[in-house]
């Protein structure tokens, strides 16, 4: 277990330093100098030089990387074009903000989307089987804003129940927060809904024809008590390794729902910084969810591990 | 997969004479298909002829006609510069259906090539191909995709070769899993006794074998790559903007939902949404009947 940990988490470091390679270069290929985004095309070139020369960015690329980098492995995430501040302080609000957002969705959808699956595999094949599935499929293949704006035409501006904006604004209650955060959550628990449905169905599918299942049955347990006891305990695994590997569909579709809903989360700090060219945010933002994402995959592993005794002993073996 | 009749297990038993029906002729009694077969084509022909269909020019602008909610001389409204909301969700459509389409046969073709080989020819290869692919897949798609379109800029071929590549492993590693399983069968290995080359084998041995799989995958991934060009769309990625695109006109107009018009943006979103279903009911139609 140790052993795989560790290994699990080397291949994560690599993969992290990839995306910074991937990000840094990213963005020194946008079109355009930072100097001349933050001062406008009215400034005369020699205040766009010096700026350029302040910031640092025009020395070799090699440089910069190396001064980047080190910077990050001693906590410095670096400075902001855009607000001329250190980037950390907005990442982390915007981090807390975004977490919210995703958690209330994750609360939401878990159980909803086993609940599905589970319903969709009991009756498999029959018409509320498909019906499940296809809502599903189509639910978590349609964009996050297209649902977005209809539940926004629906409940915001139609039948005015619900914000069109997410923001509370600072110092909201609890319980204000979560209303401002009931439209935004929806567009997210749509996307989720068809992945954890779909593999909730597919390991209850699964486990039901299994020997054990039907070793059960022929014993003369009731089918309830087949499913709850024997069916479900196995089937629910692949289903807790898909929600981890979610979080990167989750952090993609937080992006699109915070720009429509101008929500002051993670994706919309993002989005704002590639548009401003803003290289400093923009890097920061991607890494920083890069590390959530690796985190939220091995989390899942682990636990995939502990819950299932084959694969345990497998390891210590 | 090849068995398209397998036994039925108890399940939707299937009567002798439904049975000897070819694929095609079972997909065309499945309502589902037929339906999400006639959401395509009439987005199609959208598409082809949207110009002459179109009542209105989508590009006309009448200022003095702003923001006007639906009647029966617009019946899906007016934009903010007062241009035919109705023309330009059928004209919207063709951007995306050039796109989308061409960025999944890209990853598909590639796809397809890269599987074959990792599943047929193993090895030192598979092992190499599978890390990098590893790695690629474990970043968020939609954040290396955004990244690329930012920072290659954003015109239909970038789209479609930044979309294509993404989607290449993810396809690869499908093809790869079948081709594994049909390289336990036994055609195979009188094909290799015979001394066929492994391109021979690969080729015109195998790739008939896994088509069903391949064209399941197909369809799933033209659904994300809808998907994938109206976000980009939306985030003001568009492409081309001097023809009308269902993503850019919702970027242009969601801003004034809030104020209650919301019909340049609900009916773009809502045609995006019928093409995605349309496209799940005719995949998942194609997936039930090769499952048989």
Sequence with gaps: MVGYLLRRISLAIVTLWLL??????????????????????????????????????????????????????????????????????????????????ALLALIVIVPLGILGGVIAALQVGRPLD????????????????????????????????????????QGASFGTQLRYLILPVIPLIFVLFGYIARMARAGTIEALESDYARTATLKGLKRSVVVRRHVLRNSLLPTITVIATQTGYLIGGLVVVETLFNYPGI?????????????????????????????????????TITLNPRLRTGMIR | MTEIISAPTGLAVATPEQRELPAWRLLLRRPTFVGGVLILAFWVVCAIFGNAIAPHDPLAQQLLLNNKAPSSAHWFGTDQIGRDVLSRVIVGARTILIVAPLATILGTVLGTALGLALGYLGGLLDTLVGRVVEAVLALPAVIVIFLFIVALGSSAVTQIL??????????????????????????????????????RVMFVEILPNVLPTILVEFTVRLGYAIFTVATLAFLGFGVNASTPNWGSDINANYGVIGAGYWWAT???????????????????????????
């Design chain 1, 267 to 303: 994706g919309r700090l993002i989005y704002n910084a590639a548009q401003s060219k803003d290289f400093p945010m923009l890097e920061a933002g991607v890494l920083t969810i890069g590390v959530v994402y690796m985190i939220a995959t091995i989390l899942a592993d682990v636990l």
């Design chain 1, 20 to 101: 910074s390679l991937l990000v840094f270069f990213a963005g020194q290929v946008l079109p355009g100098d930072p100097g001349r985004a933050i001062l406008g095309n009215l400034a005369a070139q020699r205040a766009v030089k010096t700026l350029d020369h302040q910031l640092g960015v025009d020395r070799p690329l090699l440089t910069q990387y190396w001064t980047w980098i080190s910077g990050l492995l001693h906590g410095n995430m670096g400075v902001s074009y855009q607000y001329r501040s250190a980037v950390a302080p907005f990442l982390a609000s915007a981090l807390v903000n975004s977490a919210k957002l």
């Design chain 2, 266 to 292: 609900l009916f773009p979103a809502l045609a995006i949404a019928s093409l995605i279903i349309g496209i799940n009911l005719v995949g998942d139609s194609i997936e039930q009947v090769l499952a048989g």
């Design chain 2, 162 to 199: 930044v979309i294509g590549f993404i989607f290449t492993p993810l396809i690869a590693r499908t093809v790869r899993s079948a081709v594994q399983v049909e390289s336990q069968l036994d055609y195979l290995s009188s094909a290799r006794l015979l001394g066929d080359r492994a391109g």
């Design chain 1, 130 to 169: 498909r019906i499940i599935s296809l809502t599903g499929l189509s639910a978590s293949t349609v964009p996050e804003f297209v649902s977005g704006i209809v539940v926004i035409v629906i409940f915001g501006v139609e039948l005015k129940v619900l914000p069109v904006t997410a923001s509370a604004g």
